[in-house]
């Protein structure tokens, strides 16, 4: 079997790429590119379309998103090209190639108001980046009917810098030492990405395998928690001091953060849940430790 992973030098793709270990990969990066990705610019339907035709996948998984707001802001337009332009042309191009396709969505669809959400819960996304996801997954449905689109929440796991995840910069934050607000009103779900990526590889799986999943799936961890309790709890469990920590409500009152996106992840199939549960306690303290004093080096 061989698999297509668009996005794989991102903090989810990198654990994608690892799940599908016993296909043939081709995993793809734009600006982070390394030896063994193919670089690829998801804009651009000709560079999709040349991988593609080259490599015959039988399954494509896109990983390819903006979800920076520094970039949401400052680029607006390229940062949705990125999440809604780039969805819609795997789309065409996974189908027009006779691969099953797997799309990678996020909570930010829902408003935040009435959790949990189930994947036929009605959409009404606060932010521009919900908006872009929410029309990333009207455009997979349109060019590709049988794909499968799977929303995950906030991600967390080893990263290449401490901003590439809200846990690790939270990290960065507490090790710092400067005063700063975290908001302790908006509830996150972090989700290991290798767990995320495990439930991406089952589902490729079952639709390899013909199996009918409903176009929604959610996959999400059980415990939700603020950033500022995030920090408390990275504190703790380091010996670190968090009182130039404050709990504060930046992100509640901004209005463009759902309050409470959590995922309802009952209406995926038993089969399809992943051989382990990840809990945040005994996963956060690897993944967060390199970034609690800047001048260590990040493992991966
Ligand atoms: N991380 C989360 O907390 C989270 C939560 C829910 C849903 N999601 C969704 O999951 C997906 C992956 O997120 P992530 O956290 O892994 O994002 P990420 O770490 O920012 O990675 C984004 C990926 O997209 C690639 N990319 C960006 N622009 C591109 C372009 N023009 N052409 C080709 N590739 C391009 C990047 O390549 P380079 O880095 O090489 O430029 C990178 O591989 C996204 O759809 C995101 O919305 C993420």
């Known amino acids: 079997m061989r698999a297509v992973i668009f996005g794989a030098s991102g ?3 990198r654990s994608v790429v690892h799940a599908f270990a016993d296909m043939t990969v081709t995993g793809t ?9 193919a670089t690829v610019d998801a804009t651009a339907a000709d560079d999709i379309e040349r991988l593609l035709g080259r490599d015959q996948p039988d399954v494509v998984v896109n990983c390819v998103g903006e979800r920076r707001p520094a970039v949401w802001a400052g680029a607006p337009a390229q940062a949705r090209d ?12 996974a ?7 797997l799309h990678i969505s996020s909570d930010y669809v829902f408003d935040g108001k009435t959790p949990p959400y189930r994947p036929g819960s009605l959409p009404n996304p606060v932010n521009t980046y919900g908006r872009w996801k929410l029309l990333a997954e009207e455009a997979v449905r349109a060019a590709c009917p049988d794909a499968a689109i799977l929303r995950l929440p906030v991600l967390y796991g080893p990263v290449q810098f401490a901003a590439e995840t809200n846990l690790t910069e939270i990290a960065r934050q ?12 908006c509830v996150r779900y972090p989700t290991h990405a290798d767990e995320a990526a495990e439930v991406c590889r089952l589902i490729a799986g079952a639709l390899l395998h013909g199996q009918h999943l409903g176009t929604v799936a959610h996959w999400s961890a ?3 928690f603020t950033k500022y309790q995030m920090a408390r709890l990275i504190a703790r469990r380091f010996g670190l001091s968090a009182d130039h920590i404050r709990a504060g409500e ?22 399809l849940h992943p051989a382990r549960r990840r809990l945040f306690h005994a996963e956060f303290p690897p993944v967060v430790e390199p970034w609690l004093l800047p001048a260590r080096p990040a493992t991966s």
């Open 174 to 185: 507490v090790g710092a030492g400067a005063r700063v607000e975290l908001d302790d009103v």
């Open 29 to 37: 990066a734009f600006s982070r590119s390394t030896s063994g990705l």
């Open 95 to 101: 189908r027009r190639c006779g691969a099953r396709f």
């Open 222 to 224: 059980e415990q939700g």
């Open 250 to 271: 930046a992100d509640a009152v901004s209005g463009d953060r759902p309050i409470d996106c959590r995922l309802d992840c009952q209406d995926l199939p038993a089969a």
């Open 11 to 13: 903090r989810l793709g």
């Open 82 to 93: 990125r999440n809604v332009d780039a969805a819609r042309l795997i789309a065409e191009a």
